[in-house]
């Protein structure tokens, strides 16, 4: 619900095991169904400036076996701890070589071409992009087509990334490989699988 700003060590999921069920299965939505908003990590207490919704997918997905990438805003100090403690996740040092990579805005997003696409033989093994962003809206914006899309369904993203659109166009012709994004604002979360289409305006 908020993001903390002093030096505690805040704890996780008040209840681990019932809560990360509940995120897991509104991510798994959310990617099934593209560009529909969701809310998740209510009451969930992180590390500013993380974002509640944020915090409760890292929560629910890193573990030891998938290094996160931070980007220069959270990878100091108070993030960095937390996420270490409450999941053993490695951080990694180059975005290159993670599983998840987090950013705290589109301006420190890297490229998608530049981050794990996985392989022909293991497509799974590509990276996720958490991105925080202001705002998301749905019925303005982003339209979005394919699978899990009935006909469109329109998403607005504030700030709008400059290019993102194109970088997505070559994503999505990538597949089986490529990436998939997860947008959060706050609580709000909403995704953008590899297999969706964008179309700006």
Not at 99 to 121: I, K, Q, R, W
């Amino acid at each position: 619900m908020f993001a903390a700003t002093d030096d505690r060590m805040l704890p996780g999921f008040a209840d681990p095991v019932h809560h990360s069920q509940q995120v897991f299965a509104a991510v798994m939505q959310a990617m099934a169904r593209p560009g529909r908003i969701h809310d998740i990590g209510k009451d969930l207490e992180v590390p500013g400036p993380l974002h509640p919704a944020t915090g409760a997918i890292l929560l629910t997905l890193a573990d030891f076996d998938t290094p996160v990438w931070l980007d220069d805003d959270l990878a100091d100090g108070a993030v960095r701890q937390w996420l270490q403690l409450h999941t053993g996740a490695q951080i990694a040092d180059h975005h290159e070589n993670a599983a998840f990579v987090v950013a705290a805005g589109f301006g420190s997003m890297p490229d998608l071409a530049t981050l794990a696409l996985g392989t022909p033989e293991y497509p799974d093994r590509s990276a996720t992009a958490i991105v925080q962003v202001d705002n998301l809206e749905a019925g303005a914006g982003w339209t979005l087509t394919g699978p899990g899309i009935e006909r469109a369904h329109r998403l607005a993203c504030s700030p709008v990334p400059a290019g993102f659109a194109a970088a997505w166009a070559v994503n999505h012709d990538r597949f089986p490989l490529g990436i998939d994004v997860i947008l959060c604002a706050q609580q709000a979360v909403a995704c953008l699988p590899r297999t969706v289409e964008i179309r700006e305006g």
